[in-house]
């Protein structure tokens, strides 16, 4: 079982920036894929990036760009550096991973990961 445990969070101006950690403890971190998942008030879970063993990443088309999602596996910790906030961009955000290969960004992402930090809330104001 992986214990996973967000930080970072905060409220920000659109146009600034926060960065995100989540520290994990678990068993052969670096064969874990990793991953970003936000949910805003009112609406459904959302996959924001992925992380694959070998450190190559995806994100969502709203973020890319804005957003970089990166592991440090020897502090078995995972980050998500956000930059240009927008209001859009409010939100809880979570670390989730699973054992394996890291499934496309999207709904089926989301079933597929089965540990889950209790998530961070991340607030921006126009």
């Known amino acids: 079982q992986v214990q996973l445990v967000e930080s970072g969070g905060g409220s920000v101006e659109a146009g600034g920036s926060l960065r995100l950690s989540c520290a994990a403890s678990a068993f052969m971190y670096d064969s874990l894929c990793l991953a970003w998942i936000r949910q805003a008030p009112q609406k459904e879970r959302e996959g924001v990036a992925i992380?694959?063993?070998?450190?190559?990443?995806d994100y969502v088309d709203s973020v890319r760009g804005r957003f970089t999602i990166s592991r440090d596996n020897a502090k078995k910790t995972l980050y998500l550096q956000m930059n240009n906030l927008k209001p859009e961009d409010t939100g809880l955000y979570f670390c989730?991973?699973?054992?394996?290969?890291?499934?496309?960004?999207?709904?089926?992402?989301?079933?597929?990961?089965?540990?889950w930090g209790q998530g961070t809330q991340v607030t921006v104001s126009s």
């Open positions: 992380i694959r063993r070998d450190a190559t990443a």
């Open positions: 989730a991973a699973r054992a394996g290969s890291c499934p496309m960004l999207g709904p089926m992402l989301i079933r597929q990961l089965t540990s």
